[in-house]
C-alpha cells in the first residue's frame, strides 16, 4: 500500500488516524507538527501528505508550500476544524496546493474513500 505521513498537533487525532490507516494496510509515519515532517521526506517524498492547518512551531500551510516547492508531485490533504470558519483556510489550503480537504470532525469512511480518490484507488463503500 502506500507510504503515508500525518501531521497532527492533537495527540488522540493523530493516533486515530494513524491506527485507521494502518489497519487499510499503509505505511505510516506521523509528526506533531510541521517542523518534524519535514525531517520525515529530505530525502524521498511519501505518496501521500495529511496535515492539520493549525499547529504550534510550523503549520499546514507553511508545510503545504514547502512541499510544493521540494515534492510538487506529492499528494496533500489538508484538515481542519479548530476555527471558527474552517471551510476558509480548507479552501486556502487548496489554493496552495493541497488536492483536497476534510473538515473535523471525519469519519473512518471519509478518510478512506478521500485517501483513495487522492491516491487514485477504486473507493469502497464503508459504513
Known amino acids: 500500500m502506500a507510504h503515508i505521513v500525518i501531521i497532527e498537533d ?10 485507521a490507516l494502518q ?3 499503509h ?13 520525515l521526506w529530505r530525502g524521498k517524498a511519501p505518496d501521500l501528505v495529511i496535515t492539520d492547518l493549525f499547529m504550534p512551531e510550523c503549520d499546514g500551510m507553511e ?3 514547502a512541499l510544493r516547492r521540494s515534492h510538487p508531485e506529492t499528494p496533500i490533504i489538508a484538515i481542519s476544524g479548530h476555527s471558527a470558519k474552517p471551510g476558509l483556510f480548507l479552501k ?3 489554493r496552495l496546493g493541497a ?7 471525519f469519519s473512518a469512511g471519509e478518510l478512506f474513500s478521500t485517501v483513495n480518490r487522492v491516491l487514485g484507488r477504486p473507493v ?3 459504513p
Open 63 to 65: 508545510v503545504i508550500a
Open 27 to 39: 505505511e505510516v509515519s506521523s509528526a506533531a507538527n510541521g517542523i518534524e515532517a519535514l525531517t
Open 10 to 19: 492533537d495527540p488522540l487525532m493523530r493516533h486515530w488516524v494513524v491506527s
Open 124 to 126: 469502497r463503500l464503508t
Open 92 to 94: 486556502v489550503a487548496e
Open 99 to 105: 488536492q483536497t480537504t476534510l473538515q473535523k470532525p
Open 23 to 25: 489497519v487499510e494496510g
